[in-house]
């Protein structure tokens, strides 16, 4: 059974680097996201990206974060200079019409 | 603004109890409901519901939407230790590009 794929599983990083989390959605899907989970609290909603741009995001989506699809297959999540409350796990999910979404194991990103 | 509240927040119970989560939205512009399972990482999708009434069935697990009351209650029947995870409750709403909101989750713990 298709599913969706992230890399690496855990990055730690320091204060202010970038990092770029990487996301394999299900081949035939269409739509693509990103949410994070801090620990404990509420899965959110990070960026939503179909027909390759950015078709909504939240408010903890700021110019410090980026998406692309760079070659069709793989979408990305870069954080720019990263801070500590981005110390989150990291969802990639993607859907093939808006409605039922998959979600990929994680990205745990550690910042210290 | 779109609102996702789940109870109970946690949920002990022994093996072969049936228990009842709930979910209650708030919603400008309902398009569906879906239910997920978190275990150790990502969310595995259970159900979505789109019609009040319909129950939606798999295996010892079922689901239910009341369009009228905004409420969703997903039922497991002969829990099993397996079971044990949190449930998650996600609402596609008023925003049409797949954006999911998700409450806090019910933490269900299955005992021996």
């Known amino acids: 059974e298709p599913e969706v794929t992230q890399t690496p599983s855990h990055q730690v990083t320091q204060m202010g680097q970038e990092v770029i989390l990487r996301c394999v959605p299900i081949?035939?899907?269409?739509?693509f996201y990103w949410y994070r989970q801090i620990l404990g609290q509420k899965v959110e909603f990070l960026v939503s990206?179909?027909?390759?741009?950015?078709?909504?995001k939240s408010e903890i989506f700021d110019d410090q974060f980026s998406v692309e699809r760079p070659d069709g297959s793989n979408f990305t999540l870069k954080i720019r200079s990263t801070k500590l409350e981005d110390s989150a796990m990291y969802f990639c999910?993607?859907?093939?019409?808006?409605?039922?979404?998959?979600f990929g194991p994680g990205t745990r990103l550690t910042v210290l | 603004e779109d609102k996702v509240v789940q109870s109970p927040l946690s949920l002990v119970v022994h093996e072969g109890d049936t228990v009842t989560l709930n979910c209650s939205y708030e919603?400008?512009?309902?398009?569906?409901l879906l239910w997920y399972k978190q275990e150790k990482k990502a969310p595995t999708f259970l159900f979505m519901l789109t019609s009040s009434g319909i129950e939606k069935k798999s295996g010892r697990l079922s689901s239910i939407l009341d369009k009228k009351e905004l409420s969703s209650i997903l039922n497991i029947t002969a829990t099993q230790t397996g079971d044990s995870a949190i449930y998650l409750c996600g609402l596609h709403g008023s925003s049409n590009t797949g954006k999911l909101i998700f409450g806090q989750g019910t933490t269900l713990q299955v005992k021996p």
């Open positions: 990206f179909y027909n390759n741009e950015i078709s909504e």
């Open positions: 081949s035939n899907h269409l739509y």
């Open positions: 919603v400008t512009n309902f398009r569906s």
């Open positions: 999910a993607s859907s093939r019409d808006s409605d039922t979404q998959y």
